[in-house]
């Protein structure tokens, strides 16, 4: 099977779209998932092409009184030799956010297949601005950061993120005058997981990718039944739809160019990518168990194996949160 570039494009957003933030009130969990494809790299069979863990806490570290939440997710072929010959990956995605506000502060990526792609993107709220940076494993001396991006380092590594010093590198352009509640792509999945479930009910989100704003829209679909390892269980299914910023909206500078996908479900309006289709546990705590993708190449599903609560509390119900129908 040999994916190409395009296909490792694929997948690593498809995987990034299954890290959904834990809900305000439980302490920590543990997701497992298996990554399957099926089209025509297979002979279209699907076929276990990875592993992925999600793991959510919320942290001690605040910010303006409001807690910073976790989000890590990572994935790998490395238990299956045959992607390792063609394509080898090793991702890891780490979102730092705040759940009450709701919006993103920080957004680490960390992607290695044929090379290592390792960024910061930096959101300081005082004057809604977010900012990006390399870390640059190689790299020693760089000028000093200004005093408000300390500020923000500080909390983060508190909050857990590695203390990365000299080798942050920072990269002209800069995303300015976000709107409230910009969100990066795991902590937006978490505003999904608290939606009320309402059938047909569509709710719009604004996130970004650290270069352009990304308009989401989440459609409940309705009810469906899921057969999974550990049973089965009753779901919501949504679809998730990421559309083209407006050209008002604001840009980065120097942005670099984007494959638009023009078959938009009204008609009007361009899709960053195919929909995704995300089933939701049906239960107060609205597990992920399931994701997929259907791209030209084939469909890509992320599907829950194992899910480990740890030091777990009693959930609240927020604004039509969790406990919600």
């Given at each position: ?16 779209l299954v890290g959904l933030g834990l809900s305000p009130g439980l302490a920590a969990e543990i997701l497992d998932y298996r990554v399957t494809y099926d089209g025509v790299f297979s ?182 039944r899921l057969e999974l390892p550990m049973g089965g269980r009753p779901a919501w299914k949504l679809r998730i739809d990421g559309f083209e910023a407006t050209e008002e909206g604001p ?73 919600a129908r």
């Amino acid at each position: 099977m040999h994916t190409g570039s395009r296909s490792a494009r694929c997948l690593a957003a498809v995987i990034a779209l299954v890290g959904l933030g834990l809900s305000p009130g439980l302490a920590a969990e543990i997701l497992d998932y298996r990554v399957t494809y099926d089209g025509v790299f297979s002979a279209f069979k699907a076929v276990p092409i990875g592993d992925a863990r999600l793991d959510v806490e919320q942290t001690t570290a605040s910010l303006d009184g409001a807690p910073v939440m976790r989000a890590r997710l990572t994935a790998s072929s490395a238990a299956y030799p045959l992607v390792e010959q063609l394509y080898p990956y090793r991702y890891e995605f780490t979102s730092y956010h705040q759940s009450a506000i709701p919006r993103t502060l920080a957004y680490e990526r960390r992607k290695q297949t044929t090379r290592l792609r390792h960024d910061l993107l930096l959101v300081d709220w005082g004057d809604g601005a977010l900012r990006r940076f390399n870390i640059d494993q190689e790299a020693t001396g760089r000028k000093e950061t200004a005093r408000e991006t300390r500020a923000l380092l500080s909390t983060l590594r508190r909050a857990g993120m590695a203390d990365h010093g000299p080798r942050l590198a920072p990269q002209d352009g800069e995303l300015s005058g976000l709107p409230h509640s910009t969100l990066d792509r795991l902590a937006l999945l978490q505003r999904v997981r608290g939606l009320p479930m309402v059938e047909g009910a569509r709710h719009e989100f604004t996130a970004t990718d650290g270069k352009t704003l990304i308009r989401y829209a989440a459609t409940v679909l309705g009810r469906e039944r899921l057969e999974l390892p550990m049973g089965g269980r009753p779901a919501w299914k949504l679809r998730i739809d990421g559309f083209e910023a407006t050209e008002e909206g604001p840009r980065v500078e120097a942005q670099e160019s984007l494959e638009v996908l023009s078959d938009a479900s009204d008609g009007t309006e361009e899709l960053r990518h195919p929909p995704v289709f995300i089933w939701l546990d049906s239960g107060p705590r609205r597990l992920p168990l399931r994701l997929e993708s259907r791209q030209a190449v084939g469909t890509f599903t992320v599907a829950l194996q194992r899910e480990l609560t740890v030091q777990s509390a009693a959930l609240a119900t927020p604004e039509g949160g969790l406990g919600a129908r």
